[in-house]
């Protein structure tokens, strides 16, 4: 993934963020999947990991488990507030120093339902997320910060990204093979569903003590070099996949009331909604606007997503119960 366009996700929360850093940003608290995982899958046993060439190629410290050549938007966001990267959780670095930097909780194909991801390995679904950040607020934080107050205090200016549901579409509702979802709900249904659940899972984050945050929409799916490869093995020249676009756009449709609803109905909160899917169809459809060349960015992508798509087929043929669908879990750029 390009590290330029990453930076206009960022810019997208400028209006939010710098009115938070007047008032000095904690720490960042990092929900999601690969699009944020920065090692937390390193030591499971599992496919989905970035943990080795050439993902971190352009990354001071190589290959750390960012599904990137680089940053990720967390990465960008800690910069821009002048604050530490938060360590991922399940990492070395999670216990080290003795003030709290936040935390990254994302594990690359991690849904919003536990299911998600399954086929490939153990994952940190969005619950496990929660339940590690509660975790965090009950005996990681006294640890650190003497006082109920101070607690209070840290959270409540602190920042949390949150960025999770594709893998919901792409590897569970649109895999039947391995999921029963699209035969239980219709795209309506389903969509709703998420939408309650990662409602849930916020308002949990906001009574341990969050107070702002940072939500994005699910990107265009349709769009993932592997995707469209898959769709094109007979010669046809597809983009993107709109039937799997379309799916995530009923997703993306019913976040942002339900962002709304939340801000109305937390005191004291403040929700940052980000349009993700049109910013990134947008690269995808005219990438030189952005100084992008797609074509060369999507070969090394593709062979990578390719790669652990087969293992996945694979392994999926010597599964004889019920399994999950999975992510293919390299970046969509």
């Not at 992008?292 to 960015?297: D, H």
Request: charged share 15%; hydrophobic share 40%.
């Amino acid at each position: 993934m390009a590290t330029k366009p990453l930076s206009f996700l960022v810019l997208l929360c400028i209006s939010f963020l710098t009115k938070s850093k007047a008032e000095h940003v904690a720490a960042l608290y990092v929900f999601g999947d690969s699009d944020l995982d920065n090692g937390n899958n390193n030591q499971k046993p599992t496919l989905a990991k970035a943990n080795y060439p050439p993902y971190g190629i352009d990354y001071p410290e190589g290959a750390t488990g960012r599904f990137s050549n680089g940053f990720t938007i967390a990465d960008y966001l800690a910069e821009f507030l002048d604050i530490c990267q938060p360590p991922a959780f399940m990492g070395p670095m999670a216990t080290a120093g003795k003030r709290p930097r936040g935390y990254d909780y994302a594990s690359a194909s991690a849904g919003i339902l536990p299911e998600t991801g399954t086929i490939v390995g153990p994952n940190l679904n969005l619950t496990e997320q929660v339940r590690l950040f509660r975790k965090t607020v009950e005996t990681i934080l006294p640890q650190r910060l003497k006082t109920p107050e101070a607690i209070s205090r840290h959270l409540s200016s602190s920042v949390f990204l949150v960025s999770i549901g594709g893998n919901d579409y792409s590897t569970n509702y649109l895999l039947p093979q391995f999921s029963n979802s699209s035969r239980l709900y219709n795209p309506d249904q389903f969509a709703e569903l998420l939408i309650n659940q990662l409602g849930n899972h916020l308002q949990e984050m906001y009574r341990l003590g969050g107070r702002n945050f940072v939500v994005f929409e699910i990107g265009p799916i349709g769009c993932l070099p592997s995707t469209v490869a898959l769709q094109n093995i007979n010669g046809t020249k597809t983009q993107c996949v709109e039937k799997q676009n379309d799916l995530v756009s009923i997703f993306n449709a019913k976040l942002a009331p339900k962002i709304n609803h939340l801000t109305s109905s937390l005191q004291h909160s403040t929700f940052v909604l980000v349009k993700t899917f049109d910013l990134l169809l947008g690269l995808v459809e005219n990438p030189s606007r952005y100084g992008l060349k797609i074509r060369e960015t999507r070969v090394v992508l593709l062979a990578i997503q390719l790669e652990l798509a087969f293992r996945i087929i694979d392994r999926a043929r010597t599964e004889t119960a019920m399994c999950f669908g999975t992510e293919l879990t390299t970046p969509m750029l």
